[in-house]
């Protein structure tokens, strides 16, 4: 007993006091994996916060834009050229989306639009395996993945680059969202779709631009991952792992769906590394939904969500 | 029907419009009305007489709901506008108030209102407009910070005219600006809404169940009744008839309601009438 409580309570603290240099790196690591859930998570969010729509095809936009690139870079590209032309794509993708699947739809009940983007992602994956192919490719966007000791610790330079990428793409998301007009417009059509209407905001327009932004938030996470760990189908997974960072943050708020990464990144990297051995490892996998699940009990709107206003 | 009411050219005529919803069910048969240039017009009727629906295919919001002017027109200052996107008809002119205020929840306050002001990109303009809603509404100037989902009914009433004046319009379409709040409120809202009439020269047409408030404000009003209009008239004549205000209006001369046998027979009468 006493043994399983020092293992628990005194154990890992002392580790970390121990070796401070090893800690420092563990957090560095859940850092830059913490951001790169977050990039997923920020495709949610955006949408879901613009539209009202939970888009469980974003996990396969993140594939879908990785994929293009790729396909194009292999076909002799070069990277810059690639880049501009996954854009494209993604932002023609988006017109698409809202002139097939979005506007028949307006005015319907948050579920069938929900349901409509289970439809888009089967589609996206059995495009995207149509045109570019099924296997596992090899990204590389010219940053090294290698590592250099700064002060007794390691860093990954890749893994920094993610993260400082992330860390800007956010705050120009934040900027946008809370100071512009545009951004204004986009959280008044997320508040009450008609209401927008009627004071003259297009709704076309609007969602036109939030899907553009998703994409394009989905072909910087899907460079990420795909440098990361190759580019194949089971990119499409990570969307899983977006699931607690938005139960965490909140789904409709930006700061959010950042904070909520890095505590599950963290999180699940300490766990793993500190606690993990006490249940022969392994942690990684599961800690995020724990922590998803205690917020689902105590706090449901997430950290920053937006409270559910109820006049009565 | 006559629609003459001796005043200047309309502002808005809706000619003999029918709308049908679907594809299949109509709900409105040959509505025509006019707003005159500076008026204020009230659109009265019982509950699914069709005035919502009216106001809709004036702003173009009908078609969300998979509605559609399918005869007839609809003319501002002359030029037809029935087959405009809401957001064209905004930019032209006319901003509606939906019912049940409709307010970004979300949003503060004054974010809200800066939102009706999408479709003028001048931002130096909304500021200074910004201003104008609050010396008409200051109640909200305390207000501005909050988030508008947690102001009361009454505030939120307020928030979303002003937010219809941030936009600038020549005529603004009030849909059932009363519904929900205290008497003393709505006579609040009233006043303000028809200074706004006489020192901005908004023109108005305001769909209202409460008649007794609505023509006391009004110069003008037509009664609706299963999607026909049945009646037209001076505010003040319209008010005066006995049998209008029994038979459409739901008000007797003693206030009170009388007992199905009498509503039966006036409805009788009623057809005599109209």
């Not at chain 1, 194009?72 to 690639?82: I, K, Q, S, T």
């Not at chain 2, 919001?61 to 399918?70: K, M």
């Not at chain 2, 947690?150 to 936009?167: D, P």
């Amino acid at each position: 007993m006493t043994e399983i409580l020092y293992g628990v309570f005194v154990g890992p603290f002392r580790d970390m006091a121990g070796s401070p240099a090893f800690l420092v790196e563990v957090l560095l690591g859940g850092v830059a994996t913490g951001l790169m859930y977050s990039l997923v998570a920020l495709g949610f969010v955006l949408i879901f916060k613009a539209s009202g729509v939970f888009n469980f095809a974003q996990g396969v936009m993140v594939l879908f834009a990785a994929l293009t690139l790729v396909g194009l870079m292999e076909r002799g590209v070069p990277v810059a050229v690639a880049l501009v032309m996954t854009m494209a794509v993604m932002v023609g993708l988006a017109f698409l989306i809202e002139r097939v699947v979005l506007r028949p739809l307006v005015n319907q009940e948050a579920i069938i639009l929900f349901m409509a983007t289970i439809g888009l992602n089967f589609f996206l994956e059995g495009f995207g395996e149509m045109v570019w192919g099924a296997n596992v490719k090899k990204l590389d966007v010219g940053i090294p993945d290698r590592s250099f000791i700064v002060a007794g610790v390691q860093i990954n330079q890749l893994e920094m680059s993610a993260a400082a990428t992330a860390a800007v793409l956010v705050a120009i998301l934040a900027v946008f969202f809370q100071r512009t007009r545009i951004g204004r417009a986009l959280r008044a059509v997320a508040d009450d779709h008609e209401a927008a209407l009627s004071i003259g905001i297009p709704l076309k327009t609007i969602w036109l631009i939030v899907w553009s932004v998703a994409g394009l938030v989905a072909i910087v996470a899907g460079i990420m991952w795909g440098a990361k760990s190759g580019v194949q189908f089971s990119l499409s997974l990570v969307a899983l792992k977006a699931l607690p960072v938005l139960i965490l943050g909140g789904f409709t708020s930006v700061p959010g769906a950042i904070v909520g990464g890095l505590i599950v990144g963290v999180g699940e990297k300490l766990g793993e590394v500190y606690w993990g051995p006490l249940v022969g490892g392994a942690i990684e996998n599961w800690f995020a939904y724990v922590i998803a699940l205690v917020f689902l009990l105590f706090r449901p709107q997430g950290l920053f969500g937006e409270r559910i206003i109820e006049r009565v | 029907m006559s629609a003459g009411n001796g005043m200047s050219r309309p502002i808005l005529s809706v000619n003999n419009i029918e709308v049908i919803y679907d594809h299949v069910i109509l709900v409105l048969r040959g509505v025509s009305l006019r707003v005159p240039e500076g008026g204020i017009v009230a659109l009265l009727g019982a509950n699914g007489a069709g005035k919502s629906t009216t106001l809709k295919a004036i702003s173009g919001l009908l078609r969300t709901e998979r509605g559609d002017v399918t005869k007839g027109s609809v003319e501002l200052l002359g030029e037809p506008i029935h087959r405009k996107d809401p957001g064209e008809v905004v930019r032209r002119g006319i901003v509606q108030v939906m019912e049940g205020r409709h307010v970004f929840e979300h949003l503060t306050v004054e974010e809200n209102l800066l939102t009706g002001a999408y479709t003028r990109c001048e931002n130096a303009a909304a500021r200074k407009d910004l201003d104008l809603v609050y010396t008409y509404f200051p109640r909200l100037v305390e207000r501005r910070g909050f988030k508008a989902g947690y102001i009361s009914g009454g505030e939120q009433q307020m928030l979303a005219i002003g937010r219809a004046l941030m936009a600038r319009p020549k005529l603004m379409l009030l849909d059932e600006p009363s519904m929900g709040l205290a008497p003393m409120l709505v006579q609040e809202i009233f006043e303000i809404v028809s200074r706004l009439n006489r020192e901005e020269g908004v023109s108005l047409l305001l769909a209202e169940q409460n008649a007794t408030i609505a023509l006391r404000f009004a110069q003008y009003g037509y009664v609706m009744e299963s999607g026909r209009i049945v009646l037209d008239g001076d505010a003040k004549t319209i008010s005066e008839n006995e049998d209008i205000k029994e038979f459409y209006l739901g008000l007797t001369g003693v206030g009170q309601r009388k007992s199905y046998r009498d509503v039966k027979h006036y409805r009788r009468r009623k057809r005599w009438l109209s």
